[in-house]
């Protein structure tokens, strides 16, 4: 019987990167001495490596307003208000609890927050859907 190891941060990271490099024009620098994606100089996702030993293994996201009380008080399990961008309606997803397709989910959604509507339009129009 084969053992399953539990995912390292390193692993975790990979996903958010994999996820977040599928995304137009976004670049990734340290910001906080985390990895933050960018979209046109914007952030929309910040990995959370145990910040300041809080116990997260995460990515931090920007969610429209209502949302972070719903999927915090829905599911506090996967979600949580994260320090500092919280009080803006930011979400905090923990990794080792959300698939790789929820997890794609609330990223593009978070992109598509943040992304010029210029940009939006051109991508929707590349893929057909205007």
């Known amino acids: 019987m084969k053992r399953r190891t539990e995912a390292t941060e390193e692993d975790h990271l990979r996903r958010v990167r994999r996820i977040c490099a599928t995304l137009p024009d976004t670049t990734e620098k340290l910001s906080h001495g985390e990895p933050t994606f960018f979209v046109r100089k914007k952030v929309y996702a910040m ?42 309606g930011w979400i905090g997803v923990e990794l080792a609890a959300v698939s790789d ?30």
Do not use: C
């Open 47 to 88: 990995f959370a490596n145990n910040h300041h030993h809080d116990g997260h293994i995460a990515v931090w996201l920007p969610a429209p307003p209502g949302v972070q009380d719903v999927l915090v008080h829905t599911t506090p399990a996967k979600f949580f208000r994260p320090p500092y961008v919280g009080v803006r």
């Open 101 to 130: 397709e929820e997890l794609a989910e609330h990223i593009r959604a978070a992109w598509r927050m943040i992304a010029p509507k210029q940009l939006q339009a051109k991508i929707e129009s590349m893929l057909g859907r205007d």
